[in-house]
């Protein structure tokens, strides 16, 4: 058995939107389309949910979010189940060396366990922070690299410890994963990347006067007001974006000159995106709109896996892991009985096995109370989406709802993404819309939609979960499908 190295890049928040191998007028990722050229760009991928735990813990289990439930749920977490296997440990049984470098709190939190299995994890920005000898060397590569404001998210420090943990690493099979947080907002990229996107006459005088979310995903301080002002926002993520392509250059780079591209398996991807301009209404990282749960998904391997192609058939997060379990021949029955996803190998064919993505999301923030469930099916065609209840948050069980979050969604949605791509008419409350529609041919796909919905939730193997009283009669009331247990 051929041991082919494994390279994950995720993008946090990343959108395909600003990536010019996705069609984005802007080149702001040439070492990204460069290994799109080489690879299987999959236009139309889709993560599991809009937040980062668990679509990490899916990318690693190769399961959907009840099938693993990663999450935090009111004041108490559910950790990824320790029967479930994950992609490390599979590797590390393989004889694979297994590392992780991830400048994302909630991946390097423990209290979610979705880096079971790494040998190593690294937390680059937290060391460049606490650790003064990361901070010289950090501050020795910035000078290298000719970048004055010597400042970014922990990229480019990720960059040289990848480097130092590879130098022993060489000739043994190895598998890297890298969490980048330069794309996540607020935007505030470093030069020469911040006014290289800029429109004329734009200065930095200027972009800091317009709008941005706070990290927790909130327009706190109001939206952009005009136009300009949001060509001004998207300059500076497309600056956040080529900082981080500017770093996987540099890794893609050394591995070149050390001999072992050729037999790297290259995955290029993010754990959601970003709602800015689409979804007003609501906080990023908290729906199930295209804006968040489209991401990007680029595969660089053996055989179908470099022919420059780009494939239209839906893929989903969850199909990473039975795609490298695929190509690198794990037979272990355990292993592949876990797996939820389905190979991308499929979806290279006329007749995939996979037709449409499934998105849920509950509860995101660390001891607030959940008041809501939602659940989508994605087609080609069309997007229906379920929601238990039109409020998300409460900071304590007896507390108002927080006054700025709101729930995304109507109990139902459903939209015609051939017509509406941004997701702007629900089909079954509106009334008009800028193009036709039938009150019979609606009902017939809600009907069709949730059928499927549900039909795949209940199949899926879902372990149960512990969940405080307060939340244990509101879950019930929800439907879900898997044993919950009240403590």
């Given at each position: 058995m051929e041991k082919f190295n494994i390279f994950i890049f995720l993008i946090d928040s990343q959108k395909p939107?600003?990536?010019?191998?996705?069609?984005?007028?802007?080149?702001?990722?040439?070492?990204?389309?460069?290994?799109a050229k080489e690879g299987v760009t999959f236009m139309n991928n889709f993560t599991c949910c809009a937040w980062?735990?668990?679509?990490?813990?899916s990318l690693f289990t190769g399961r959907y979010y009840s099938g693993h439930q990663t999450i935090c749920l009111g004041g108490g977490k559910t950790r990824m189940p320790e029967d479930i296997p994950t992609m490390a440990e599979a590797l590390n049984s393989l004889g694979y060396e297994t590392a992780a470098f991830s400048n994302n709190f909630w991946v390097n939190n423990d209290e979610g366990g979705v880096l079971r299995g790494f040998k190593d994890c690294f937390y680059p920005s937290f060391l460049r922070r606490h650790d003064r000898k990361y901070r010289e060397i950090e501050m020795k590569l910035f000078d290298e690299m000719d970048e004055p404001e010597r400042?970014?998210?922990?990229?480019?420090?990720?960059?040289y410890l990848v480097k130092e943990w590879l130098k022993d690493r060489i000739d043994k099979p190895f598998m890297i994963f890298i969490n980048f947080m330069e794309v996540h907002h607020p935007y505030h990229p470093p030069e020469p990347f911040r006014s290289r996107f800029y429109p004329p006459?734009?200065?930095?005088?200027?972009?800091?006067?317009?709008?941005?979310?706070?990290?927790?995903g909130i327009w706190s301080k109001g939206f952009p007001k005009t136009p300009y002002e949001w060509l001004i926002l998207q300059a500076l993520l497309d600056g956040e974006t080529a900082v981080v392509d500017n770093r996987i250059g540099l890794i893609l780079e050394y591995l070149k000159e050390t001999g072992i591209y050729d037999n790297t398996i290259i995955v290029i991807t993010s754990d959601h995106g970003d709602t800015l301009w689409e979804h007003l209404k609501c906080p990023s990282h908290s729906s199930l709109y295209?804006?968040?749960?489209?991401?990007?998904?680029?595969?660089?391997?053996?055989?179908e896996y470099s022919k420059g192609e780009k494939v239209e058939n839906i893929t989903q997060i969850v199909d990473i892991f039975p795609t490298i379990a695929e190509i690198l021949k794990i037979r272990d029955s355990r292993i592949l009985r876990s797996i939820q996803g389905t190979s991308l190998s499929s979806a290279?064919?006329?007749?995939?096995?996979?037709?449409?993505?499934?998105a849920e999301m509950r509860n995101p923030f660390v001891g607030w109370i959940p008041e809501c469930w939602c659940k989508a099916i994605r087609t080609m065609n069309y997007k229906y989406i379920w929601c238990s209840s039109e409020v998300i948050w409460r900071m304590a069980p007896d507390s108002p709802p927080h006054p700025q979050i709101k729930s995304p969604h109507e109990k139902e949605e459903l939209f015609n993404l051939q017509e509406d791509p941004l997701e702007q008419y629900n089909l079954i409350k509106c009334e008009e819309a800028p193009f036709e529609f039938?009150?019979?041919?609606?009902?017939?796909?809600?009907k069709c939609l949730r059928e499927k919905l549900e039909g795949f939730l209940e199949s899926l193997e879902i372990p149960p979960v512990k969940v405080p009283k307060e939340i244990y009669k509101k879950m019930k009331a929800w439907g879900q499908y898997q044993e919950i247990i009240p403590i």
């Open positions: 939107d600003n990536l010019h191998c996705y069609g984005y007028h802007k080149e702001t990722s040439p070492n990204i389309d460069k290994v980062t735990p668990p679509s990490h813990a400042r970014d998210s922990g990229s480019l420090l990720t960059t006459g734009v200065d930095d005088e200027e972009a800091k006067r317009v709008p941005q979310m706070t990290g927790d295209d804006s968040n749960i489209h991401t990007p998904l680029i595969v660089k391997g053996p055989d290279l064919t006329e007749e995939p096995k996979r037709t449409f993505a499934i039938s009150r019979e041919k609606i009902a017939q796909t809600v």
